[in-house]
């Protein structure tokens, strides 16, 4: 069994359109989204009649959470909430629905799978949790992983030497100790924020314990052109290369 997993697409067809190809190339049994398929990008209803069309397991992020309960928006920066408004506009009566229906957390072949912080925060971000709560979390989760999405940034979290330790991921194969609990944040496809403009999703294989990081290209100019021309703020743009 080998499982594509990705998140934070945002809107971004272009970055979602090469990863799919890519995902293609990989012979993997089932895919899962972890949310964040809208804001900032500017083929919301796109993305969503992608995943719709092809099936693909996917759990609510914040800012479909948003897009739903307009009450939310001030949770986010104004800038972020201004795009979100018109995204809502963007998104058909069916993707609604669509939304509507995402749980908030999923359980796959043994592994927990949610947008934030596990059990099942669409908000919470992972940077912001201390040690402690981190090594709590990680001692109480009834799953030996964890999958996350919501900062854009690749990271793996477990224990070394009882200590909890907090690594970046680079692009390739890692080994996952079996024996030992982790939360993996896979970054984002459609607006990375690690330092590499390139898309990023990993291939997990449960039966080996291994993750496989990897980075797609895609044609960022395109997105930032097409950013402008639907008249979302230029920085969602900016921020892609």
């Not at 854009?152 to 024996?179: N, S, T």
């Amino acid at each position: 069994m080998k499982l594509a997993v990705f998140s934070d697409i945002h809107g971004n067809f272009d970055a979602f359109e090469r990863v799919l190809a890519d995902i293609e190339t990989q012979q993997v049994d089932r895919l899962v989204c972890l949310g964040d398929c809208v804001g900032y990008g500017p083929e919301p209803e796109r993305v969503l009649a992608e995943i719709r069309h092809r099936g693909i397991e996917t759990i609510l992020g914040n800012h479909e959470a948003a897009v739903l309960d307009t009450g939310q928006l001030s949770w986010f920066n104004p800038i972020a909430a201004k795009s979100l408004r018109k995204t809502r506009k963007m998104i058909s009566t069916v993707s609604l629905d669509q939304i509507r229906d995402l749980p908030r957390a999923l359980i796959i072949e043994g592994a927990r799978f949610t947008h934030g912080f596990p059990p099942d925060s669409e908000r919470i971000y992972l940077f912001r949790k201390s040690d402690r709560e981190i090594r709590e979390t990680l001692n109480a989760m009834q799953e030996p992983i964890c999958f996350v999405g919501h900062t854009h940034d690749l990271k793996i979290i477990g224990f070394e030497d009882r200590k909890v330790v907090r690594h970046g991921l680079e692009q390739g194969i890692r080994k996952l100790a079996p024996d030992q609990p982790f939360i993996v944040n896979i970054g984002s496809v459609g607006q990375p924020r690690d330092g590499n403009n390139n898309a990023k999703y990993i291939v997990w294989e449960p039966a080996a314990h291994t993750i496989d990081v990897r980075f797609v290209p895609y044609d960022i100019a395109k997105v930032v052109e097409k950013i402008n021309l639907a008249g979302l703020p230029e920085v969602h743009g900016r921020r892609l290369w």
